[in-house]
């Protein structure tokens, strides 16, 4: 039985992993943990994932005994139970994001003590979707346009979306470009003709929409697509269950869902 804590545990995401790891028979939930002053820590976790009382309340810390962390929170919490995690030998799967260069550079220094594994999106779909994007630019090169736009729920923090940026990366590096020269964050004004190698990442926001994210290549005379849309969060949630499950016991190093999920 693999013992999972939970961080981030009262938010959307969190309630449907408790939801869903209690109800596993693989996982055994041993913690939720929220920050120490949200209006729900205390509560029995079931509660407030709808299933009912489970005898777990919400605290603000991550217990030593864990196998695996599974975190959807936010930067700075993230960073510390990365730590944390590095020094107990607990595995970490990390669903947050918006992490700043200098934070991800920390979670790349705690997978030198505990297997950890940071992804953007942790849905399969979207991760497999990020090698065909890859795949799209390598093969139909600088001759096509690329844009990329994503639409998320009003209640999103960061833009754009840690997945949006994750497709943005896999293209740039097919393509051999530098992201941090040749993105550009939306358009306004006369800004005149499109440049080539210009990478175009766009957010929209709006009502409840989960994710969808579309990677568009453009040349004289045709079009090519990418699309993911997640119909709900359940996405996300079992692919960081499956993820949990694949990196317990692993060795120390930073892994992805492609090698731990996919194989």
């Known amino acids: 039985m693999i013992k999972v804590a939970i961080s981030g545990a009262c938010g959307r995401m969190g309630r449907r992993l408790i939801d869903l790891v209690h109800a596993d028979d693989e996982l055994e939930l041993t913690a939720a943990v929220d920050a120490a002053g949200h209006p729900d820590a205390g509560k029995d976790a079931g509660e407030l994932a709808g299933i009912g009382s489970i005898g777990i309340p919400v605290t603000s810390e991550v217990p030593d005994s864990a196998n695996v962390l599974i975190e959807f929170s936010a930067p700075e919490p993230t960073v510390e139970h990365a730590l944390f995690c590095a020094e107990h030998g607990i595995a970490a799967v990390l669903g947050t994001t918006g992490l700043s260069p200098e934070q991800k550079r920390a979670v790349e220094s705690a997978a030198r003590k505990t297997a950890v594994l940071p992804a953007p ?9 990020f090698e065909a994007a890859a ?30 940026r994750g497709f943005a990366e896999r293209v740039a590096n097919a393509l051999h470009r530098d992201l941090s020269k040749d993105a550009v964050y939306g358009r306004e004004g006369l800004v005149g003709e499109r440049p080539q190698g210009q990478i175009g990442i766009h957010a929209v926001r709006g009502g409840d929409v989960v994710g969808e994210h579309r990677v568009i290549f453009s040349a004289l005379g045709e079009r090519i697509e990418l699309v993911h849309i997640a119909q709900n969060r359940d996405v996300f949630v079992r692919g960081a269950i499956r993820a949990a499950k694949a990196i317990a016991g692993k060795p120390p190093g930073l892994y992805t869902v492609n090698e731990l999920v996919m194989g």
């Open 135 to 164: 795949l799209l630019a390598k093969a139909l090169g600088d001759d096509y346009d690329v844009e990329i736009v994503e639409m998320h729920h009003r209640l999103k923090k960061d833009a754009p979306s840690g997945t949006a």
């Open 121 to 129: 999106n942790m849905s399969v779909g979207v991760n497999v979707a």
